[in-house]
């Protein structure tokens, strides 16, 4: 059934079946990395105990129409749906799979393989049930794009098959947390389109544990390793509840840079006579004895650096000791570098610091202090006010939203908290140890979180003068552009100096204004539509003034926007992801294509001419044909390109191109799906789903040679552009240009330079 898969059998393509987390795991595992033992109950289990029980459908009832900005109705629905995880029967089935695993745990699934019945039961005979820890791991988590990670729950020290079903339950319960069904509303991610999967994982008796940054995240300093380490369960550190020691090191020598002491007066660690998670008192002459011999940093130094080398990009790890080894416990991809941050610069008030911590998010800003003791207190955090408390803790992400700065008693550099608010540009200083006591509600205060400074009064933050650019920008003749789905992330992804956007989709501005295409025409409001769409395409265009920005014009399937008004009476279709959407739709409802027509001739007649429309899911030069009508009924003199995403497109290319287009961009995201006949949105197939197939490969080669022929511009905007095996590819074959996620256009370009100066120095 795939409800169950051991970490011998997952690698980091998976995230459909494990999560996030769970792929990373059963690929570190299976690259021989010092992972605990383990095993997931996939997301497919999650998706057929749900629609079982009907939990779905009292899901969607619970969700609809909720203000998320309503703090006390958000916990409200998200304790309601709780429950209703809680409160049910897990099916017999269910059980026993999951009871199986874990009886089995301490022996290698590969082991199992082979034995009979009676040879098991010799070998299982007088071990103990082994204690675990169980972890959430969200399908659209610790993704370079989606910086979902931390959001859902973890149970340490859990034992016993009744236990751990129990723990199995509160990981899927918490996908509904207050800040998870916030983080998705604000981010216009869909609540249906994540699963989760549950990592049943050995426990660690640590004695020491934490974190660990292949790349300095404060300060984007590549060529430094960051280590936060405390006695006792990792999860202190992590979570940001107390202030870790804080370890520099050099990451080409593994020398000690520099070196944070904090003390430590508590921590997190088993009770052996209840074998429950506990909090536990640290003498007072141990406050700071010292967390890291030089030993276990050498080892942190050397697993840091292969886990780097073995992925390929910067990571976050989470590590522990125990008596005897140690263990890595968790990787992901690190989404928060602000390499090319404008950081506000901010001219202190005179006098000495108030409070001093350590600066987690840089910037500036003052603001009236809003002191938060209880969750239950989050409502009280207005817009524009510091939110002051003890810990950084993940479920105030919607508070901290509204905070226009954050300043925490505990919590290190690189707790989930820390991490957020560098996501969001909030300034935030952690590890203060005093701020709730020192600090007192409605005082106005001015906070540093580039030198961790916290200052009497107010001052004007004042833009600082453009900040020079950290990295290199490598020339090349193959452009490397960005894909972008909203105008508030422009700037950002500006920042990465590309050479223009290659995809700027629609989707994203349509959700903004909460009502579907098809409902602004059914209540005859053409023009509502069109300012919405040339509103989110000039904050854009503004952004990447001068350079091209290619916009494809909409394409929702019927199962996508069904929240927004107007969505509901979309049609119910079989098979939507090859059903009425993209061009075939937008020529069937040619207003609706006319209006995001009209929207880009407005930008374009404001004055930013170098925005180009392109057209999705093309199947035949007929369809482009068709479009290019309305394109002159507009007056529209622009780019114009369609989107390579189909079979059909990519084998009547030269008839396409000689309809008369200026460029071809491919989906290989779709292109891959309808070659392979693989759903790219089915856990179950996703061993099978391969931008670098050979077909998919030969039809991109095919597409490339015939458009050079016929003097047409060729660029990528599929996820496959932002991998480097594929930018080879590309670059070997001739492409015009190639765009990449706003993370990955540095890496990317790197990989271009590399190929195009292999390739002159053969000549």
Known sequence: MGWLKWFREIHKGDVGIAGGKGANLGELYNANFPIPPGFIVSADAYKEFISLLGIDKEINKKLEGLDVEDSDELDKVSEDIKELFMKADVPSNFVTIISNAYKNLQLDSGQLEGINHKALELVKAGRDLPFVAVRSSATAEDLPEASFAGQQS?????????????????CWASLFTPRAIYYREKNNFPHNKVAIAVIVQQMVDSIVSGVMFSVNPATSDESQIVIEGAFGLGESVVGGELSPNEYILDKQTGKLVDKKQS????????????????KKKIPQEKWYNEKLSADMLKLLWSLAVRVEKHYGCAQDMEWAFDRNRLYLVQSRPVTTLKKHEDVKEIEMPTGEPILTGLGASPGGASGPVKIILSPHELSNVKKGDVMVTKMTNPDMVPAMQRAVAIVTDEGGVTSHAAIVSREMGTPCIVGTEKATSVLHDGQIITVNGSKGEVYEGS????????????????????????????????????????????????????ASGQKHPAQFMREGDYDGYVDLIADGIRKIAKVFEGKPVWVRTSDIRSDEFRNIKGGEQEPEEANPMMGWHGIRRSLDEPQILKAEFEAIKRVNDEGYDKVGV????????????????????????????????????????EKICDVGIDFIS????????????????????????SEMHPAILREIAHVIKTCRAKGVKTSICGQAGSKPEMAKFLVKEGITSISASPDAVQTVRKVVAKEENEAQSEF
């Open 154 to 170: 973890t149970f340490l020290n859990i034992k016993g098959s009744d236990n751990l079903i129990e723990a199995v339950k509160g």
């Open 614 to 653: 392109m057209l999705p899911q093309i199947i035949s030069a007929d369809e482009v044909k068709e479009a290019k009508k309305v394109y002159d009924e507009v007056g529209l003199n622009c780019e114009f390109g369609v989107m390579i995403e189909t079979p059909g497109a990519a084998l009547t290319i």
């Open 263 to 278: 003390k430590q007066e508590w921590m997190y660690t088993r009770d052996y006579t209840t074998g429950k998670t506990v």
């Open 666 to 689: 491919f989906g290989t995201n779709d292109l891959t799906q309808f070659t392979l006949g693989v759903d790219r949105n089915n856990s179950k197939v996703q061993k099978l789903y």
């Open 459 to 510: 001052v004007e933050v004042e833009p600082a003068q453009e900040l020079e650019e950290p990295v290199e920008i490598i020339p090349t003749n193959i452009k490397v552009k960005v894909v972008i789905d909203l105008p508030d992330y422009a700037e950002r992804a500006a920042r990465q100096k590309p050479d223009g956007v290659g995809l700027l989709r629609l989707e994203g501005i349509i």
